[in-house]
């Protein structure tokens, strides 16, 4: 026994002496550290970690030297391997330290210069991969810095130093100390990190004399933004402000403030008395908060000495804190305590002036020195966290020229950057779309809407609001998402990472209002854009005083949507008629099918395998009333889906990290004809990762006329032998044991039921919504009315609750197997009793097969056609086609036919997270029946006449259909 415990004592020894890859100096000076013409000692007031950092006075030349291999060893063979360190110097001095890593043969393969332009802590993150110098050797044995030639002394303090295992954060960001540090950063993407970068840019607009028209839109905008941030009947209370400044033990030393260390979420350790940004945001708005409303002389001095504090911490101007990504979530309502505190820092006072800096540089303002810069990506995270801290930047500066110039500046970048944007970046789509991580993505969306929002109503009727061109955009994005919303729930399809709880808020809402207000946009010269205020009126049921302004203007809440809409940035189809709502959603090699995070969304995978959401109930309607419910969810039972019912442990995401699954297939989206009529595809094939089955495939059709949607699937093959292949018609929460259904004639209630119901001839069945289903015969229908145990999408915590389900089972390792059945959303009795007559179907399917889906629809006499594969055959109308074609087609009369084409592949070029390449044209041929000419002169549509039939080819692009009339010749 005694020999184990020495055994792991000098193992526990051998780790932490040599290789351990974090210096640790809190107690003693390592004695692999030494430096020459200086004095090492230990610093116990200003310190980055523990309880004490290295100080190293220095009279030049100096070199710090620390030869211990084994801290860097690993570092220099790991991907992104390299250092991250603090750095506190005294005061600022323009030249750089020389830090460099020495190879045993002498040789420097990695070096970087480090500026020392700053006082108080700065980061310093570099990985090998971004240092200068050869790299031609990995045997490093010494790591040095070297102090400035033309300084003669100095004092700096260094701390936090590290070799990450897991290598340095791949968004380290470039800074004043270390513009270099990042070289590998995709700049187009992490916004975050740019401060630095847009910090060089010169404003493009000159100063000018300040007009009496500007001086008043500045003086109302801001009077606007204190009723915004800081209402006449707002409260102060500094309680939590002053628990965190005092456990943070916030003091003075020397004339400089000190505390605990403030660094970004990355380095964040609580439990060893880290604060964050989060808690900064806390501290400042407490302290203004309370001086602000109640005139306390002590908050009034907390916010300053907090702010020199963080200042001194690294949140400067100039710097990156290692890493600030996302940071803007964590710092918006600093600026509303620099608002409320405008007064007091208006004097130009070197801290006031440093507090102004810092927070101009934070919000990012420097960005719109320039106009937007076409293919910036991320739009919406600037939007939502950063466009009211750059009007608070802007309007805290105590020259009015600078404030009218900036106020340009920012209202020409706001306007640029609400252009629609290409391929799969972030901001407003062609489509009315908005992205975010390289998506469709509602939950980021509507944050976006609502500062949007917010800069509308600081602006409106100024010199500094959006351009007509702007305006237009957003008002099609608002509308977009009133399209899939029903009345302000979206369904599961689109629901990113947040299953369940997408919803519109009530800020959202007001962009509407905002917007409705700026003026018409419809060309009518209202003063009022009546359908935005009609669609604010309808999704705003209380009193407010844009409702009451639009009454009084006489202008009524808009009806419900209606029709079938097509967003192909999405994969996505919208069916809507009354009060209800469809949700039809795929995904394809451009199209995420859904977010699936560490910690979010775990057993998400299945949201986009072809499924059919039927939102229909609540007052209004809602996800909740609708039957969408998580506690007790089976995840594999999307409705509409078709899916491998697997185990929980197998559905969850098979990667450590983020899932945002793409596919290897084109074909899947939406088109329309009319507005009216719709269909959906979706081309399925599994990837191959841990748990999925690389051979499982199906072609899956939605075709939707009215209240009638006839769902088809073909080819549904896998080799999974273990566990079943599924279609689920639906799967919906039950509020009572005695919610009923109907099968046939019977009425079932209660729980538990589990039936197999015979496929010798079709079956009809409600769910308890009112919503019916029509299952062809010869298919293998289930039915389930139990207690559900499901786990919870974030803590994977067991969860159970009430459902009845519909399934098609398709058996285990399916070949080539498919289903047919027609739902009937909220029908009337007559088409309760039709559909349950096998004469009077109001639906034909022409065809189901490898090649072609193809359904007439009988009462308006309209044929949809999915074109999986190069098709020629004898019909009535369609003669050929290429492959991956959706084509709609409506005989008006004998010598009118209205036809929409659209291939919903947006055939973006590159293949990545996010790109800037815009979609790319598609043509497609079909060749029609007979001889027609085009109605109108659609530059899109080429006309060729061949043996007596029509050869039509068209041009798609951005997935948009592509919509015409033909004339009989």
């Not at 968004?171 to 847009?198: F, G, I, M, V």
């Not at 001194?312 to 600026?335: E, K, P, V, W």
């Not at 096998?838 to 009988?858: C, G, M, N, S, W």
Request: proline share 4%; hydrophobic share 35%.
């Amino acid at each position: 026994m005694k020999i184990k415990w020495l055994a792991l004592l000098l193992i526990v020894l051998f780790f932490h002496d040599g290789y351990s890859q974090k210096i640790d100096w809190n107690d003693s000076i390592p004695k692999y550290i030494s430096a020459t013409g200086a004095k090492l000692s230990l610093n116990k007031d200003f310190v980055k970690e523990g309880s004490s950092s290295l100080q190293w006075q220095w009279s030049s030349p100096s070199v710090l030297t620390i030869e211990n291999p084994a801290l860097f060893k690993k570092a220099v063979n790991t991907y992104r391997g390299g250092l991250t360190m603090w750095i506190y110097n005294d005061k600022p001095v323009d030249s750089a330290l020389r830090i460099s890593f020495v190879a045993a043969d002498g040789s420097t393969p990695y070096w970087f210069d480090y500026n020392l332009g700053f006082s108080g802590w700065r980061a310093c993150w570099v990985s090998f991969e971004n240092m200068q110098g050869d790299h031609k050797s990995k045997d490093l044995v010494r790591w040095t810095i070297t102090t400035p030639e033309n300084l003669k002394s100095g004092t700096l303090l260094l701390d936090r130093v590290e070799f990450p295992l897991k290598g340095v954060h791949h968004q380290a960001t470039p800074d004043y100390q270390t513009p270099l540090n990042n070289t590998k950063l995709s700049r187009t993407l992490w916004h975050w990190a740019r401060l630095h970068e847009w910090e060089q840019y010169q404003y493009d607009l000159p100063l000018q004399a300040v007009s009496s028209s500007q001086q008043k839109d500045i003086q109302t905008i801001s009077q606007r933004l204190t009723a915004q941030v800081a209402p006449e009947n707002g409260k102060g209370n500094a309680t939590k402000a002053l628990s965190i400044a005092n456990n943070a033990k916030i003091r003075r030393v020397d004339g400089k403030m000190t505390g605990a260390p403030l660094v970004s979420n990355d380095e964040l350790n609580k439990k060893a008395g880290d604060i964050g940004l989060s808690d900064l945001e806390t501290m400042l708005f407490g302290f203004a908060g309370d001086w602000y409303y109640n005139k306390n002389e002590e908050s009034k001095q907390a916010f300053f000495d907090v702010f020199e504090y963080a200042i001194q911490q690294g949140f400067a101007f100039g710097s990156g804190l290692g890493t600030n990504h996302h940071y803007g979530y964590q710092i918006r309502d600093i600026y509303k305590a620099a608002w409320m505190m405008r007064d007091l820092l208006k004097e130009n006072t070197p801290l006031n002036v440093e507090i102004r800096r810092t927070l101009s540089y934070w919000s990012g303002l420097a960005e719109t020195r320039h106009s937007y810069q076409y293919g910036r990506d991320e739009l919406l995270d600037s939007w939502n966290t950063l466009l009211t801290p750059k009007v608070i930047s802007v309007l805290i500066q105590p020259d009015m020229q600078e404030r009218v110039r900036e106020m340009k500046a920012l209202s020409r970048w706001v306007s640029g950057s609400l252009a629609f944007t290409p391929g799969t970046i972030g901001g407003i789509k062609v489509d009315g779309t908005t992205f975010h991580h390289g998506g469709l993505y509602p939950a980021y969306s509507i944050g976006a809407f609502a500062t949007i929002g917010k800069y509308l109503e600081l602006t409106n009727h100024t010199e500094f609001t959006i351009s007509d061109d702007a305006a237009h955009n957003v008002k099609l994005a608002l509308q977009t998402m009133r399209n899939y919303c029903n009345l302000k729930d979206w369904g599961l399809g689109i629901a990113g990472r947040h299953p369940f709880n997408g919803s519109i808020s009530n800020d959202a809402v007001q962009a509407f209002a905002l917007l409705a207000d700026r003026g018409d946009l419809t060309g009518s010269g209202n003063k009022i854009d009546e359908e935005l205020a009609a669609d604010y009126l309808r999704l705003n049921r209380t009193s407010s005083p844009y409702k009451g302004k639009f009454e009084d203007a006489g202008i009524k809440a808009a009806s419900a949507p209606q029709g079938f809409f097509v967003y192909n940035y999405g994969a996505l189809g919208i069916h809507r008629f009354d009060n209800w709502m469809v949700t039809l959603k795929g995904y394809n090699t451009d199209v995420w099918c859904s977010e699936i995070y560490t910690k979010d969304n775990r057993y998400g995978r299945y949201q986009s395998y072809g499924s059919v959401q039927i939102l229909a109930s609540g007052r209004p309607v809602n996800n909740f009333a609708s039957g969408f419910v998580e506690d007790g969810w089976d995840w594999n039972r999307v409705p509409g889906a078709t899916t491998i019912h697997l185990p929980l442990e197998k559905l969850e995401n098979p990667l450590p990290g983020t899932l945002m699954e793409r596919s290897e297939e084109n074909f899947s989206g939406a088109s329309s004809l009319e507005g009216k009529q719709g269909v959906f595809v979706f081309k399925l094939k599994e990837k191959d990762r841990e748990n999925f089955t690389p051979g499982f495939v199906a072609r899956k059709s939605v075709f939707c006329f009215e209240n009638r949607l006839i769902c088809l699937g073909s080819d549904i093959s896998n080799d999974n032998k273990e566990y079943p292949t599924e279609t689920t018609l639906f799967q919906l929460a039950l509020k009572r044991n005695s919610e009923p259904i109907l099968l046939g004639s019977d009425t079932i209630t209660g729980i538990p039921v589990e039936k197999t119901i015979p496929g010798d001839s079709p079956i009809l069945l409600s769910d308890t919504k009112g919503n019916y289903y029509r299952v062809a015969a010869g298919q293998d229908l289930h039915l389930l009315r139990q207690m559900q145990k499901s786990r919870d999408n974030k803590l994977k915590s067991e969860t159970e609750g009430r459902f009845v389900t519909a399934y098609l089972n398709h058996g285990v390792a399916p070949e080539k197997a498919g289903y047919e059945y027609m739902v009937l959303v909220q029908p009337t009795p007559a088409q309760i009793k039709e559909a349950a007559s096998e004469k009077k179907l109001p639906y034909q399917v022409l065809r189901k097969d490898t090649y072609a889906h193809i359904v007439k629809d009988i009462p308006s006499g309209t044929i949809g056609y999915v074109v999986f594969e190069p098709l020629e055959m004898k019909d009535d109308y369609l003669l050929a086609s290429d492959a991956e074609t959706l084509v709609l087609l409506r005989p008006v009369d004998k010598k009118t036919r209205m036809i929409s084409i659209c291939d919903p592949n947006l055939n973006l070029e590159e293949k990545t997270y996010t790109t800037a390449k815009p979609s790319r044209p598609l043509t497609k041929t079909v060749l029609l029946k007979g001889k027609w000419r085009n109605s109108s002169n659609d530059e899109n549509v080429s006309i060729k006449q061949e043996n007596g039939n029509t050869r039509l080819t068209v041009t798609c692009v951005d997935g948009r259909p592509v919509e015409f009339r033909l004339i009989a010749q």
